[in-house]
């Protein structure tokens, strides 16, 4: 199976600040990986597919890069409402699997 | 539009079998992959199975392989997680998700999640 190393597995940061969090496929993906959003109670909401593309709806200030085996998502100018916690995801091939995940708290 | 609906909580004692659901509806079942995610309390995402419920097709992720079941009823779209022998260990939120009628696709759809419990 693919492992994936997400990094890091928590941060703080304010309102305003740029966030960025890295995944590391253990082996090439090209371009199969997702970045996902989850609040607490809540299922995951996906934010980005094939590195870089940005799903509907989700503002503009989160972006994928990447492929290969390094992949980053950064959140340009933080909000309040996007504390929450942060999954990347290959989908290259199964079994699937998930990076650890990354909770953005509060300063 | 795309919902995936899930059954509700359960509570169960170790040994015990349990199955439970995930229904969709919006889009044709027999064309999307249905898929299920575990979640342990305050862990990160684990993907188990998926399944293509067109023609059965089902893959399991080596950690869960033999450990659970994964199944679908076209007749009445939906998808099912069974166990045969539940443990404590099993307690976690599972969600059903799908990656819509690709194979190798992000998961564009969730379900609400059910709340799995298996104490004695």
């Known amino acids: 199976a693919i492992r994936i190393t997400q990094s890091p597995s928590s941060l703080s940061a304010s309102t305003g600040d740029r966030v960025t969090i890295t995944c590391r496929a253990s082996q090439g993906i090209s371009s199969y990986l997702a970045w996902y959003q989850q609040k607490p109670g809540k299922a995951p909401k996906l934010l980005i597919y094939a590195a870089s593309t940005l799903q509907s709806g989700v503002p503009s200030r989160f972006s994928g890069s990447g492929s290969g085996t390094d992949f980053t998502l950064t959140i340009s100018c933080l909000q309040s409402e996007d504390f929450a916690t942060y999954y990347c995801q290959q989908y290259y091939s199964y079994p699937w699997t998930f990076g650890q995940g990354t909770k953005v708290e509060i300063k | 539009e795309v919902q995936l609906v899930q059954s509700g909580a359960e509570v169960k004692k170790p040994g015990e079998s349990l199955k439970i659901s995930c229904k969709g509806s919006g889009y044709s079942f027999t064309s999307y992959w249905i898929g299920w995610v575990r979640q342990m309390p305050g862990k990160g995402l684990e993907w188990m199975g998926i399944i293509y419920p067109g023609d059965s097709d089902t893959r399991y992720s080596p950690s869960f392989q033999g450990q659970v079941t994964i199944s679908a009823d076209k007749s009445i779209s939906t998808a099912y997680l069974q166990w045969s022998s539940l443990k404590a260990s099993d307690t976690a939120m599972y969600y059903c998700?799908?990656?819509?009628?690709?194979?190798?696709?992000?998961?564009?759809?969730w379900g609400q999640g059910t709340l799995v419990t298996v104490s004695s």
């Open positions: 998700a799908s990656p819509g009628g690709y194979s190798s696709g992000p998961i564009d759809y």
